[in-house]
């Protein structure tokens, strides 16, 4: 017997408050009157949130809530804007705790442990679980909230997350959290797992690089101030040419710089996190980033075909399922870069076809193109299985049930 259910549920309602009626009780529908443990709720930004989250409760009650904004929403349907998009997942064997930390653009760090020390308050911690995680996605280093769960939580702890969006705007995105709406938080969700349940991770991204690497000189923060002593601004410049120059800072979602990490890099192989600028300034030549390139770091410029991001997200999609070790897939939580949907454009279904491709078409998915994307490079070997910080990446966690 199925011991996970899991439904998703769409809608693109004008009415704030009918949107999330409709969605949640289509979610419902779909696990058959089972009582879920979680409702994960993604929403574009054109709602009245307070609204949307009370359509939501109208039917559901108290059921814990987390969630947020997006730059897109994904489902088992596919890609959709100005909707939005629940799961109710229901099942006795998995545990569920939510917490939230505040203030996150003032202290990152800080952030991230209030939000942990939340969650431990009310669970017993598990070395085994697993913690999603939906921040703030204009809130600051993505580095400094892995630096805070690793303090925590250890550093191969599973951790799999995305940040928040506001369609494309770079403003100001809202984070939901039981039936509130917040600014500038975290939103975390611990689930531990029983005997037989199974979880898996994908990330890949599909960029290469285009063989030139240079040196990180000066940083600050999320800020890049010089690569090879040159200003950062300038010698990206240089790479692109004037007429790409010209595009700034919306070019930087094409070319994105990799940090190179020659310990774990091997026969010519680089890996590499990725970090794709946010804005820049002429005046002092720095590029803003989601997160650090810290000093010291060798870079390289990257860039990726259309064909090679939808085999990036399916690459992904196969080394989550071989984290399952033969277990049958339950649901799938997507996180991708909001890099990748502009890029991709009109073929951005195919990005999610690929992963179906791989799961099967009636495996339910939720997910949200987001600011910056947070998993492990690859889970299956210890050297990798730390999370790191991604950009215009796709990062994938799979929950399974082993076969009686």
């Excluded at 064909?307 to 080394?319: F, P, R, T, V």
């Amino acid at each position: 017997m199925q011991k996970i259910h899991a439904g998703v549920g769409l809608s693109d309602a004008a009415d704030s408050f009918q949107a999330g009626k409709n969605a949640v009780t289509d979610a419902l529908e779909r696990i058959n009157g089972q009582t879920p443990q979680i409702l994960i709720v993604f929403g574009a930004m054109r709602f009245d949130h307070r609204e949307l989250l009370r359509g939501i409760q109208s039917v559901t009650g108290d059921i814990p809530l987390v969630g947020g904004t997006t730059a897109g929403e994904i489902s088992t349907q596919g890609f959709s804007t100005d909707s939005v998009v629940v799961m109710a997942v229901a099942s006795g064997q998995l545990h569920c705790i939510a917490g939230i930390g505040h203030d996150m653009s003032r202290n990152v760090y800080a952030c991230t442990k209030e939000m942990i020390n939340d969650i431990l308050s009310r669970d017993t911690f598990d070395p085994d679980a697993s913690l999603l995680l939906f921040p703030n996605g204009m809130g600051g280093d993505g580095t400094q909230i892995l630096a805070g769960i690793h303090d925590l939580l250890g550093e191969h702890f599973e951790v799999a997350g995305g940040y928040l969006g506001d369609d494309e705007r770079f403003s100001m995105t809202f984070q939901y959290y039981n039936g509130s709406v917040y600014k500038d938080a975290i939103v975390g969700l611990m689930i531990r797992k029983q005997d037989g349940i199974q979880t898996g991770t994908g990330v890949k991204s599909g960029f290469e690089s285009i063989g030139n690497s240079f040196t990180c000189t000066a940083s600050e923060g999320n800020v890049v101030k010089e690569f090879d002593h040159v200003r950062a601004l300038d010698l990206y410049k240089d790479f692109l040419g004037e007429t790409r120059s010209e595009r700034l800072p919306g070019i930087c979602l094409e070319y994105p710089f990799g940090i190179i990490e020659p310990s774990l890099s091997a026969q010519g192989n680089h890996l590499f996190q990725l970090r794709c600028g946010l804005a820049v300034d002429h005046e002092t030549g720095t590029i803003s980033l989601a997160a650090s390139i810290p000093e010291g770091s060798e870079v390289t410029l990257t860039t990726a075909s259309r064909s090679e991001i939808i085999k990036g997200a399916l690459d992904a999609a196969n080394q989550a399922k071989a984290c399952l070790s033969g277990a049958d897939p339950r649901f799938i939580i997507m996180f991708s870069c909001v890099g990748r949907k502009l890029v991709l454009g009109r073929r951005i279904q195919e990005e999610i076809s690929a992963v179906k491709q791989c799961f099967g078409d009636d495996i339910p998915i939720i997910g949200f193109y987001t600011y910056g994307e947070i998993g492990p490079i690859n889970k299956m070997k210890t050297e990798l299985a730390t999370a790191k910080f991604h950009n215009e990446t796709v990062v994938l966690w799979v929950i399974g049930e082993e076969q009686a």
